[in-house]
């Protein structure tokens, strides 16, 4: 079993930023892959940002120059750091971790970008 457990989420003002963090605990050696996912609305689940098994990243053409992953190794966590935040931002995001032969998830927390 992994478990994850993501923090950050909340009200952010156009141009603003926020950084969320996903900590991994269980048996976190099996991991090879770990990032973010986001649904807004009647919409589908997208990539945001992801570590591959050898740390190689991808993201979302559509936050690239604005958010950055970055992970701390010694702790397991993955954190999200999202710049310049536009109301298009505004979804559930949700942790995601594919472990050994099984895929797993964070609770999801709402991201909303308003005045």
């Known amino acids: 079993q992994v478990q994850l457990v993501e923090s950050g989420g909340g009200l952010v003002q156009p141009g603003g930023s926020l950084r969320r963090s996903c900590a991994a605990s269980?048996?976190?050696?099996?991991?090879?892959?770990m990032g973010w996912y986001r649904q807004a609305p009647g919409q589908q689940r997208e990539l945001v940002a992801r570590?591959?098994?050898?740390?190689?990243?991808n993201y979302a053409d559509s936050v690239k120059g604005r958010f950055t992953i970055s992970r701390d190794n010694a702790k397991n966590i993955v954190y999200l750091q999202m710049n310049n935040l536009k109301p298009g931002d505004t979804a559930v995001y949700y942790c995601?971790?594919?472990?050994?032969?099984?895929?797993?998830w964070g609770k999801g927390t709402l991201v909303t970008v308003s005045t």
């Open positions: 995601n971790a594919d472990a050994g032969n099984m895929n797993y």
């Open positions: 269980g048996i976190i050696f099996s991991i090879y892959r």
């Open positions: 570590f591959t098994s050898d740390y190689t990243t």
